[in-house]
């Protein structure tokens, strides 16, 4: 004989944790392949959505994910249905009074001003909390996903700034979905005590009595089930109802996710093109500065200023060298030091000016004027 503590209660038949396992699944594969989407930008999404073989890839995933998710809320509604019209359960789901009380008390027991957590029934307020938010958040993104999916028939009925907004809301909720899951679910399913029913279909005693007391007591005290003659024609009625609407809901399914070219084919794929920069094929004309080289305030940024900031300037420097400010001007080149103080063996612009080899010249004197500079520690002022 098992002691009353060791029993245990029955609580999620197998098709339904198939259903959640189903769930888990998609919500993955979605929540995976969208966020990489949502930030493109950062190197775990490059490093992902290269794993998986490109966007293209990804996005390919994404719906395959959203279709089973879609499937398996039509099979949801039939399942609810059932239980309603066919089983007649009593709708424990439905969020009642008690509920808002017991979220209430529990914000009360968490802060120490209350001795005992509040006594629920077969669902906690948490778990329908969560039971919403996920079926409020599957319509939401089924909704706007469609509209991203068939932007151009979704356009031929709504106005164009739906889908920028249909993208804002995906993307928004779909992150809160995700830290809905991590904070909500995992705190309350895996973090303050491990619930394996969805594994093993079972809870023990000891839950039950401190999740679901109410439950628990009902369970003790079992009563005969009402003979219930009419339901065999409730589950035909049911059934035929059900699968002529689930036929119906999964033709347009089908139809919604295949009838119009996606972005998927529109969009060009990114391709690398060679280009050609034409640098100038003369050496740009000599023209003397023809002035003092004191120091970078006295003549030296006045003569890159004229002769060298068109190529080697702020915005785009050729060859990565910045002659705009004394600063950038010593940090040099990519591949050259522009600048060594006391070294103008060791200054790209004395020895690459001198090597012939760079597309602007200075005459001689110039060239032995930034010399001496250098030579004087390449003073600022
Ligand atoms: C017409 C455009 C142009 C002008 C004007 C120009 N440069 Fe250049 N500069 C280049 C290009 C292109 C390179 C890269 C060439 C190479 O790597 O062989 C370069 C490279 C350099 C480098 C080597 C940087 C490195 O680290 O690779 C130095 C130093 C340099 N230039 C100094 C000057 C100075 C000083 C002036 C002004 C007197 C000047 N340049 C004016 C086009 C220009």
Known sequence: MKTETQ???????????????????????????????????????????????????????????ATVLILEAIYHVGLLGYNLFVRRYSPDLLLTREDLRNALHTFQYNLGWRKERPKQGRYTFEEKFEYFAIIW???????????????????????????????????????????????????????????????????????????????????NQPVEPEPDPDRPRRRRVFLTVYGIVAAVLVAVVAYLITFEQTAIETIEPIETVNVF?????????????DRPLNSWEDGVGELFATRCTFCHGARMPLSGLNLTNYDAAILGGTNLPAITPNDPENSGIITKLRSGDHPAVLTDEDLAGLEAWIKAGAPRE
């Open 277 to 289: 920069a034409p640098l100038p094929p003369e050496p740009v004309q000599i023209v003397s500065f």
């Open 137 to 219: 958040g599957t319509i939401v993104m089924i909704v706007t996903g469609f509209i991203l999916w068939n932007p151009i028939a979704a356009t031929s009925v709504l106005p164009g700034e739906f889908v920028p907004a249909a993208k804002a809301v995906h993307s928004g909720e779909a992150l809160l979905a995700v830290l809905a899951i991590i904070v909500w679910h995992m705190y309350h399913v895996h973090i303050r005590k491990f619930n394996k029913s969805m594994f093993t279909g079972y809870l023990d005693a000891e839950d039950m009595l401190e999740e679901h007391p109410l439950e628990l007591e009902a369970l």
């Open 7 to 65: 029993r245990k209660y029955f609580r999620f038949p197998l098709a339904y944790r198939i259903e959640h396992w189903v769930m888990v699944a998609s919500f993955t594969t979605l929540a995976l392949t969208g966020l990489v989407q949502k930030f493109a930008q950062s190197d775990i999404s490059i490093w992902i959505i290269n794993a998986l073989g490109g966007l293209t890839n990804v996005r390919i995933i994404h719906r395959i994910g």
